[in-house]
């Protein structure tokens, strides 16, 4: 039940996709001064604009995203190339790329950083029109992107009138979920305006069982007990989408788009403990009740201008605002039945920030293009903690707080590139990109913190098209960072209920350094016409001043304390090969049934010197990933069917010389059936998670002999959803 942190970075203006500017291929002396400049503009088809981008990115427009009929967005990604997600208990969804996740992987909505507190859950696909993923950033978007980006867009202005409405409901583990999703949207001369709507209801249940096993240097057992834990989260949440454009000319457009998400949480934790032998623990039960509210903002104004010889200027405004105020009970026994611990919290929680940007690209002659632009932003985050427990006969010791946090980001960001065609069969990028951020961190209980760091950002980018042929071969080099959050700087301690060295408390380090990174990508791209692709890509890349937890025995306030702190420690090397198929068999042979096949498939390695081997991976990686799937459209387009199953997979890692973590396998199999009666109805059932195993995620701590070993097993369960659609 962690509050979020404040996004730190900016991305890039670009909106990849549709309509592109192109330098065209020639071998011609230059044209005449008083020569009109050839400029061509087309819409690609999806093939077609991948096969023409600079970077290799990979783009999943609305109608994939829709297809198995999921709720949230965290579900719909699972099946993308080259994303893998990953769930803590069962919540918390975060996207991987390079199978990392802790930061590595640059999340980006509408081209921006998240904003804070930003649920992969709370968003419904309904409300985006693609998904692009890019395995390294461009100069026109921060550079904090070590594993790649994924870029969030959501629906764009109306081309014509949309009138859409979906119902929806699910049912998981005996408990319902309720979703209206609409959108609005209509053009009438210059303007252009749209609006989605997104209303859930979701009661949500994640059972698990804990276990604990302490053991001395003979291996006598002198600790055990077990738990029976119960997370719950009841919830209801309001997201809007509105959006406006006008178009006064061909040259100028201007454009504003938001997001709004409202939300109030009611959700806890219940903790039940039994000693089996040894020491009893501190809490042999406790229940903890949280009530949270939540209100996000999310808004941009971009102007566009046209201007002569195909030249093009972009500027942008945008703001965040977030607040979350929560109020938690936290009751605890021990395990007499003994009341303990009587403890309430009031929590506030406000993140503001703005940031403008512009970019100027202008064609320099039939062949050549140059791009220069900036970006800036400052982004803050206040937090109030208000701490008040009763005093307890034979309870523990009584501690009242009043915590005030503070957190300041300023971020500026210059950059260019250069772009050729070379020749018909080569084109090559340049480009720089110079970042700056400073970062204050203060509080009453701890001294202030400033940490200044810059990081120079060079990009090379070449793409060769095989004469004669379909294929490509792609190249990327790029320098790369990820900066610690204020959370990691703030030296304040979180304390752990039951402190242990598999549960220890957590502790900031001001001393951090960011993370800076090497990054060399390749990719051969096969275009089987316009029914698919075939792609092998891999990666490798070094990282420097690599950040890790470190867990000690120190004395805090008298007594003895399990603490993790992060630390920079050295370099780690990732490296890995993805690939990736697909092919809509009725395009490719006419006589072949209209079913299209894909598939993808990912090993992820990665190495950190400073940790003994073996399984010493980064940032807990997902070291392999598989999807293959199927869909089938009915020869009159009335009924479809289709199915996807996903393996990630998980295994023991080494984190310190002396601790262990480890990554649970997930085996995720999804069909669906849907029904088209007419043009304006569709009804669609889908399975998720038809498998349903339990996921056991074990840690250990072995030092002097001693051995600490914990084991957490999740219950998953079958999501029965049935939804109805509706163009009015």
């Known amino acids: 039940m962690t509050s979020s942190l404040i996004s730190l970075g900016l991305c890039s203006l670009a909106m990849p996709g549709g309509a592109q500017t192109v330098p065209q291929n020639t071998n011609s002396a230059p044209a005449a001064a008083d020569t009109p400049q050839r400029v061509e503009v087309r819409s690609a088809g999806e ?45 918390s969804a975060e996207i991987r790329m390079s199978g990392l996740g802790g930061g590595y992987t640059q999340v980006l909505l509408n081209g921006e950083p998240v904003p804070p507190g930003f649920s992969l859950e709370s968003l419904s696909p309904d409300l985006i029109e693609r998904v692009e993923v890019s395995r390294s950033p461009g100069v026109d978007q921060s550079a904090q992107a070590i594993a790649g980006s994924v870029n969030i867009v959501l629906r764009r202005t109306a081309r014509s009138s949309q009138r859409d409405l979906k119902l929806g409901g699910a049912r998981v ?3 319902p979920t309720a979703s209206i999703d609409g959108n609005l949207g209509d053009r009438e001369g210059p303007w252009s305006w749209g609006l989605g709507v997104g209303l859930v209801t979701e009661d949500q249940v994640w059972p698990m069982a804990l276990t604990l096993r302490a053991t001395d240097a003979s291996g006598r057992l002198v600790q055990a007990y077990d738990t029976d834990k119960r997370e719950f989260d009841r919830s209801d949440s309001l997201n809007l989408t509105p959006r406006l454009s006008y178009a006064p000319s061909d040259h100028d457009s201007v454009a504003t788009d938001h997001l709004i ?75 007499a039945g003994q009341p303990i611990r009587d403890a309430r919290v009031h929590s506030v929680a406000t993140d503001q920030g703005a940031s403008a940007a512009g970019k100027y690209r202008r064609p320099l002659g039939e062949s050549h293009a140059l791009t220069v632009g900036w970006d800036g932003e400052y982004a803050r985050r206040d937090e109030d903690r208000i701490q008040r427990e009763q005093a307890l006969d034979g309870g523990l010791p009584v501690e009242n707080l009043d915590e005030v946090y503070r957190a300041g980001v300023t971020r500026l960001a210059l950059f260019a590139q250069d772009e050729w065609v070379l020749d018909p069969q080569w084109n090559a990028a340049l480009g720089w990109r110079w970042e700056g951020l400073r970062t204050v961190s203060q509080g009453n209980v701890f001294d202030g913190v400033t940490r ?9 980018r070449l793409v060769w098209k095989l004469p004669q042929s379909k294929d490509q071969l792609r190249l990327g080099l790029a320098r790369t960072y990820k900066a610690p959050t204020p959370r990691e ?31 060399l990508d390749a990719a051969w791209e096969h275009f089987v016409g316009n029914a698919g692709i075939v792609s092998v890509a891999a990666y490798a890349k070094r990282i420097d001043d690599v950040i890790l937890d470190e867990v000690s025995l120190q004395q805090v306030n008298g007594d003895e304390h399990w603490v993790q702190t992060r630390s920079n420690q050295g370099v780690a090397r990732v490296w890995g090969v993805e690939l990736e198929t697909k092919l809509d068999l009725r395009k490719r042979w006419a006589e072949a049934p209209p079913i299209e096949l894909r ?60 601790r262990w973590g480890g990554t649970p396998t997930k085996r995720l199999l999804d069909v669906y059936l849907a029904w088209k009666p007419d043009a304006q109805n569709q009804w669609r059932l889908a399975l998720n998670n038809l498998l349903h195993p339990r996921e056991v995620t074990p840690a250990r701590v072995e030092d002097d002999g001693w051995a600490y070993r914990q084991r957490e097993t999740l ?8 939804s109805w659609e509706h163009k009015l």
């Open 173 to 175: 583990l005996e408990r």
């Open 715 to 722: 219950r998953t369960g079958t999501a029965v959803r049935l």
């Open 599 to 658: 598939a993808n498939i990912g090993w992820n390695r990665s190495l950190v010197e400073s940790v003994p081997g073996p399984d010493n991976r980064l940032a807990r990686q997902t070291p392999y990933a598989l999807n293959v799937g199927a869909d089938w459209r009915g020869a009159e387009g009335q009924w479809s069917a289709g199915g996807n199953f996903n393996l990630q997979g998980g295994g023991p890692v080494r984190q310190s010389a002396t």
């Open 261 to 335: 998400r409202v939300r109030r949480s009611t959700g806890g934790a219940l903790d039940r403990r039994t000693a089996l032998t040894g020491d009893d623990p501190v809490f042999g039960r406790n229940d903890l009740y949280l009530v949270a509210d939540t209100v996000q903002w999310r808004g941009r104004l971009n102007w566009t201008r046209q201007l002569d010889e195909g030249a093009k200027l972009e500027a942008k405004l945008a703001a965040t605002y977030a607040r979350r105020a929560s109020e938690a009970e936290f009751d605890g026994w021990n395990v």
């Open 47 to 91: 093939w077609q604009a991948r096969r023409d981008a600079l970077d290799a990115r990979i783009v999943v427009g609305r109608e994939e995203l829709l297809k198995q009929g999921d709720s949230n967005l965290a579900d719909a990604l699972r099946r993308v190339p080259g994303i893998t997600i990953s769930t803590t208990g069962g919540r």
């Open 452 to 460: 200044q760091t810059s990081v120079f950002s060079p990009v090379l």
């Open 489 to 519: 700087l703030m030296p304040r301690r979180f304390v752990a209920n039951e402190n242990s060295p598999t549960t220890p408390d957590l502790q900031g380090n001001p001393e951090l350094r960011p993370e800076l990174s090497w990054g």
